[in-house]
Nanobody, 129 residues
Framework: EVQLQAWGGLVQAGGSLRLSCEAS????????IGWFRQAPGKEREGLSC????????YYADSVKGRFTISSDNAKNTVYLQMNKLKPEDTAVYYC???????????????????????WGQGTLVTVSS
């Protein structure tokens, strides 16, 4: 059974939070892992992704310089370090897995949702003002 489990939390504006996504049920090195979020009343947006096999990363412009993605392949876990958080970062955050074939070749970029095969259940991040 494929599982992607993520954990979020509550933080004050200006603070930091690290999200974790633990993967199981598939070969971690064969997939890229992405982070997405959906704020109330808004469409889901892609934030960042990482290819587990070589550590290459990609960031959406909206989070460059504030968010950092990393992976611990020994633990099949991907992290999203979020700094300087703002109330508008409040959202449900999802991690998802995309087979590397599509992850590397998708012309619309590695955060194109349709290439992601597996999705976690989402975790709420609340940034209080």
């Amino acid at each position: 059974e494929v599982q992607l489990q993520a954990w979020g939390g509550l933080v004050q504006a200006g603070g930091s939070l690290r999200l974790s996504c633990e993967a199981s049920g598939f070969t971690f090195d064969d997939y890229g892992i992405g982070w997405f979020r959906q704020a109330p009343g808004k469409e889901r947006e892609g934030l960042s992704c990482i290819a587990s096999s070589d550590g290459s990363t990609y960031y959406a412009d909206s989070v460059k310089g504030r968010f950092t993605i990393s992976s611990d392949n020994a633990k099949n876990t991907v992290y999203l370090q979020m700094n300087k958080l703002k109330p508008e970062d409040t959202a449900v955050y999802y991690c998802a897995a995309a087979f590397l074939g599509g992850f590397r070749t998708e012309v619309r970029g590695p955060l194109f949702e349709a290439i992601y095969d597996y999705w976690g259940q989402g975790t709420l991040v609340t940034v209080s003002s």
